[in-house]
């Protein structure tokens, strides 16, 4: 079963995404922050992560890098899902390690495509 | 009344008092409490249907769109907040269908009515629940907002257009809306006065995108400079290359100094190797410093090689600022524009004793951060070795490497 | 009891009490015994004393009116903030978090991490070593893999203790900038930073403060909706202690254990609502918060930065950039936003809070005395009129007067001028309306942002709104009126002190640039009294 983790500190967004993905026939793990993002990542048995800019504590461009730093999860794959859409945020992003970038206000159902693509990207 | 009964009956009466405010704030905070957790009863089970109407896909979210559609008012009223918070934060089918539940429910009707509410809290409200919602429709109505007396609910309007007017939004008449809401917005910087604060404008603008383009293209030959510069900086963020010529043109010669560096900052931001002669020209120790220094920062972005000659001549300006605005746009030349400063911090290249400790300076702290990319430094270990190369054949020369 | 048995009381009492108002068939008295002393000094003082206490209490209810006033419209105006917008917008403003760090290895290294995960789009901390003596710097290096580069600090504002070096993240990893510079003072230590911050918003916080993530975006909120007049705002500040702190993060709002801690929780509540809110509301505000207040830096630069000789430093900041500001002409707001944003620890023991509230009644009356010329002056509008008189009257002489009152009475009920039951109701009734401003203060606190969550915690927030006036309200009185005595005092012997310790610091171990002897450097007196707080901030004056 594939495994995805949603790190936002905003509940309607955590609970939108683990929704649609849930729907879509992923089982999905929440986190509320950057934190306790990684800690459910180091955890193992995660296998795509989408993750938000801006939370408290730990920032996802943060939690991204330490994802890329660390052997276990070097290979995740890593969706950014955030707000700020410049063009500066999204090379930051990707250049964190970053395998695609959604801003928000974000249609669902396109998150759930990026998800499939980059699974399917990484499974190959 | 003898005075010892006044001070009596005033302790009487501040005992109340005080009394009376604990009490109150006990009963204020019951309340609250009590009227949270009905609120959150009674929004609990309504909550995976309004993430399905959220999600927006196949019969399920009709579903659930109806089963909201039909809910009590008082059941309604516990999920609206809800609906209003997530509604800002998906596109798509999702908004499509959260919209018109709203409009079913006749809250956007009712926004719009309030649109001209006599409380300028309502109205600001209604404001922001049509940009929310992604509107369309409004946009008329919220560009008139931009004339309301209130400063706040201009705001708020000027927020809101830059929803309801993006490309994405929802409703009927949706290929007037983006030039509709650009040319409001645009005019509101107009006058004596912005109608609201400029970053916001600029920022709906954005928001807008690509639609608004002629008509900021337009707004660069304004009377106002406030609406040039506001033009100027949002082309620049959209990267719309096609109004390169005119910033070139306004970064010369437009009268205002604030309207110039935007332009120059934008045309940075563009990128066109074109614009590097019109930025070059405005180097001149003859323009404003804030000018000049805009101009040698996007002459960094741009990248044009041609420009290095000319940023290593202002590498010992007379203005702290353009002169280290020189060396750090060098530093974003890539591969040449390290070569160059290294080669001057080493005074292998004729220069002043400023301008050496200037590049020394950027290359150094470069270096020394690790922010430096690869081609930076093998371009300054070259230049480096070279220097001891000549060094070692000519002793007595002196290094300052 | 009947009512005959009260009538009847009341008339025993009413005998003695006439005592209370000035009789001058009684100036006789003068001079030829204790008793006659007290008696006419009672009656000299009496009237005064008991106006004086009805005039500052009434001030203080009005003042919470309208501080009610306006965290109603903020809270109103909730929904239209668009903090969501802000977060994400390009445009908004850059904001540089100064910061200054002396001897605080126990926190500094969450407290860096906590600033740079605030929420803002583009921000950068800037954290000032001022010459500590301890593990501050090592730790900082550590945690965020430091390196020194050789970048020169344009000499904006003035610096005395010279820079010695600036670090950055390897690989500019995240937006902090790191300076060391020699002991100088929290002032001296903040102008450094503000020469660093590159961004056009400086933020001015401390090293123990805990910010709520959408601090930054709350506070310069200001500055986006009015660009061109806004230029200094402050936030709410509260008391940490006790509270449940999650990531550098307040979660959990509680009153802490010691009566001394919860007396400065409600202290605090009433204070920022009177002292802040209502003047803001007013557009007299003079005083911003040093523990967390922003700045467009262009002014700051303007005014030259904190003014590192005086030791109410932000008050002192505050009223220069308003004065600047009106002799120059120039339409400018400073704001207040009523949202606690900030969290600050208090001294929970007595030495410590002693400490410091001599500390700030100086430095106030040092203020107020270096910008006399605005007291009471047109040309200043409502500052000048208003709020500065205000402040003179109702906050220098304050504790003046309360000591006054605390000393007069029970002297004059030993002596047998007034009987103690007369005495003690006028007492009750005085303490009452303080108690009364107080819970006034809790209640606007309860309809606002009602941040504290358990029924005991109101409880005890209640408990010590009526006990603070048992003994609390007086001994910060008491110290408040040591710290003024002691810069009547010893106003020259203070500057000698400070210069021995600094020449003491100077040849313990920092070389000491060749600045002028004359010039003070005021060495952190608080790291020689161990866990006090610097901050020579003005947190609870009204």
Redesign the interface.
């Known amino acids: 079963m594939t495994t995805v983790l949603v790190a936002d500190d905003d509940l309607d967004i955590r609970e939108l995404v683990a929704f649609k993905l849930a729907q879509a026939g992923y089982e999905v793990r929440s986190a509320p922050d950057g934190v306790a993002a990684l800690d459910a990542a180091r955890a193992g048995g995660v296998d795509l992560v989408v993750l938000d800019l801006m939370m408290p504590g730990l920032s996802g461009l943060d939690v991204c890098a330490e994802l890329r730093r660390e052997p276990a999860t070097a290979e995740l794959p890593v969706i950014m899902l955030t707000a700020r859409a410049q063009d500066q945020d999204v090379a930051t992003g990707f250049a964190a390690g970053a395998d695609d970038y959604v801003v928000k206000p974000f249609s669902p159902r396109e998150l759930v495509s990026r998800v499939q693509a980059v699974l399917g990207r990484a499974r190959a | 009344m003898?005075?010892?009964?006044l001070?009596?009956a005033?302790?009487v009466l501040?005992?109340a008092?005080?009394l009376a405010?604990?009490v109150?704030?006990?009963v204020?905070?019951a309340v609250?409490v009590r009227r949270a957790a009905r609120a959150r009863a009674v929004a609990e089970p309504l909550?995976?249907l309004l993430?399905?109407v959220?999600?927006?896909?196949g019969p399920e979210a009709d579903d659930a769109a109806a089963a909201l559609a039909a809910l009590d008012a008082a059941g309604w009223r516990s999920v609206e907040p809800?609906v209003l918070?997530?509604l800002?934060?998906?596109?798509?089918?999702?908004?499509r269908l959260l919209v018109e539940l709203l409009a079913a429910r006749g809250v956007v009707a009712g926004a719009r009515r309030d649109l001209t509410a006599r409380s300028a809290?309502r109205r600001?409200?209604a404001?922001?629940l049509l940009g929310a919602a992604g509107y369309a429709p409004a946009v008329a109505e919220l560009g008139a907002l931009l004339r309301d007396g209130d400063?706040?609910v201009r705001?708020?309007a000027a927020?809101a257009l830059g929803r309801a007017g993006a490309p994405g939004a929802v409703g009927s008449d949706v290929e007037e809306a983006p030039r509709d809401a650009a040319t409001a917005l645009l005019s509101s910087l107009a006058g004596d006065r912005p109608a609201a604060?400029?970053?916001?404008v600029?920022?709906s603008l954005?928001l807008v995108g690509a639609p608004a383009a002629p008509a900021l293209l337009a707004a660069l030959a304004a009377p106002e400079p406030l609406v040039r510069l506001t033009a100027a900086?949002v082309l620049g963020?959209l990267?719309a290359t096609a109004a390169a010529a005119a910033l070139e043109d306004l970064v010369l010669r437009d009268p205002v100094d604030a309207v110039r560096v935007r332009c120059a900052a934008a045309l940075g931001r563009l990128g066109v190797p074109s614009a590097a002669s019109a930025l070059r020209a405005a180097t001149t120790p003859a323009t404003a410093p804030a000018v000049r220094r805009a101009a040698v920062r996007s002459l960094g972005e741009v990248g044009d090689p041609s420009s290095l000659r000319c940023l290593w001549g202002l590498l010992d300006d007379a203005e702290?600022g353009v002169a280290d605005a020189a060396a750090t746009a060098l530093l974003g030349l890539g591969a040449p524009g390290v070569r160059l400063l290294a080669q001057v911090s080493s005074q292998g290249a004729s220069a002043s004793a400023a301008a050496v400790a200037r590049a020394?300076?950027v290359v150094?702290?470069a270096v020394?951060?690790?922010?430096m990319p690869p081609a930076g430094l093998a371009e300054v270990e070259a230049v480096l070795a070279d220097v001891l190369a000549r060094a070692s054949r000519t002793p007595a020369a002196e290094v300052a490497a | 009891m009947s009512g005959a048995d009260v009538a009847g009381l009341l008339t025993a009492l009413a005998g003695p009490l006439a005592l209370l108002w000035p009789d001058p068939s009684s100036w006789g008295l003068f001079g030829h015994t204790a008793r006659g002393t007290v008696v006419v000094l009672v009656q000299l003082l009496a009237w005064p004393v008991l106006l004086y206490v009805l005039a500052i209490n009434t001030s203080y209810l009005v003042l919470i009116g309208l501080a009610g006033a306006d965290m109603g419209r903020y809270l109103r105006r909730a929904r239209i903030r668009g903090v969501e917008d802000a977060s994400a917008s390009p445009l908004t403003q850059s904001v540089s978090v100064v910061m200054a760090a002396y001897n605080e290895q126990a926190g500094v290294v969450g407290s860096v991490s906590a600033m740079l995960a605030l929420r803002h789009p583009r921000h950068e901390v800037v954290v000032v070593d001022d010459g500590s003596t301890d593990a501050t710097f090592a730790l900082l290096r550590e945690a965020f893999d430091l390196v020194e580069v050789p970048r020169r600090l344009p000499a904006e504002v003035p610096v005395r203790g010279a820079v010695r070096s600036v670090h950055v993240p390897r690989g500019g990893r995240s937006p902090l900038v790191v300076v060391r510079k020699d002991n100088g003072g929290r002032a001296d230590a903040v102008n450094a930073g503000i020469n660093a911050a590159r961004n056009e918003l400086v933020c001015i916080t401390d090293a123990d403060s805990v910010l709520d993530p959408d601090a930054l975006l709350t506070v310069s909120r200001p500055f986006a909706d009015d660009p061109l007049r806004v230029v200094a705002t402050g936030g709410a500040v509260r008391a940490v202690n006790g509270s449940e702190l999650v990531g550098g993060r307040v979660v959990g709002v509680r009153m802490p254990r010691g009566w001394t801690a919860r007396f400065q929780v409600v202290e605090y509540l009433r204070a920022f609502c009177v002292g802040r809110a209502g003047w803001s509301r007013l557009q007299s505000l003079v005083l911003i918060s040093g523990a967390f207040g922003m700045y467009r830096r262009d002014v700051l630069v303007e005014v030259g930065g904190l003014d590192a000789t005086c030791i109410g430093e932000d008050f002192e900041l505050t009223l220069r950039l308003h004065r600047y500001m009106r002799e120059a002409g120039r339409d400018h707001r400073v704001v207040f936003v009523p949202e606690p944003a900030s969290w600050t620890e208090v001294p929970a023991t007595t030495a410590v809070l002693a400490r410091q509230r001599r500390r700030w009644q100086r430095g106030l009356a040092e203020t107020l005395w270096r910008h006399r010329r605005m007291v009471g002056n047109p040309r200043y509008g409502r500052i000048g009129l208003l709020a500065l008189p205000y402040y003179v009257l109702f906050e220098l002489v304050a504790p003046v007067i309360e000591l006054v009152g605390v000393v007069l009475t029970p002297l004059a009920v030993g002596l047998g001028v007034v009987p103690w039951e007369a005495a003690l109701l006028l007492m009750a009734l005085c303490y009452g309306y303080a108690v009364v401003v107080t819970v006034a203060a809790l209640l606007v606190e309860e309809l606002s942002f009602h941040r504290s969550q358990r029924w005991r915690d109101l409880g005890r927030g209640l408990a010590a709104a009526v006990l603070e006036n048992c003994w609390h309200r007086q001994l910060t009185a008491l110290w408040r009126v040591q710290g003024l005595w002691s810069l009547l005092r010893g106003q020259r012997q203070v500057w000698g002190a400070m210069d021995r310790q600094g020449l003491a610091a100077a040849s313990a171990g920092s070389s000491v640039p060749s600045s002028a002897p004359s010039q003070v450097r005021l060495p952190d007196t608080a790291a020689l009294a161990g866990t006090a707080r610097r901050r020579a901030g003005s947190e609870l004056l009204r």
Do not use: F, M, N, Y
């Open positions: 003898s005075p010892l009964a001070v009596t005033g302790l501040v005992s008092l005080v405010l604990a109150a704030i006990a204020v905070r609250r909550r995976p993430l399905e959220a999600v927006g896909e809800a918070a997530v800002g934060k998906v596109r798509g089918d999702g908004q809290v600001a409200t404001a922001e400063p706040e705001l708020v927020r604060p400029p970053d916001v600029a920022r954005l900086e963020r990267g702290g020394h300076e150094t702290c020394a951060a690790e922010v």
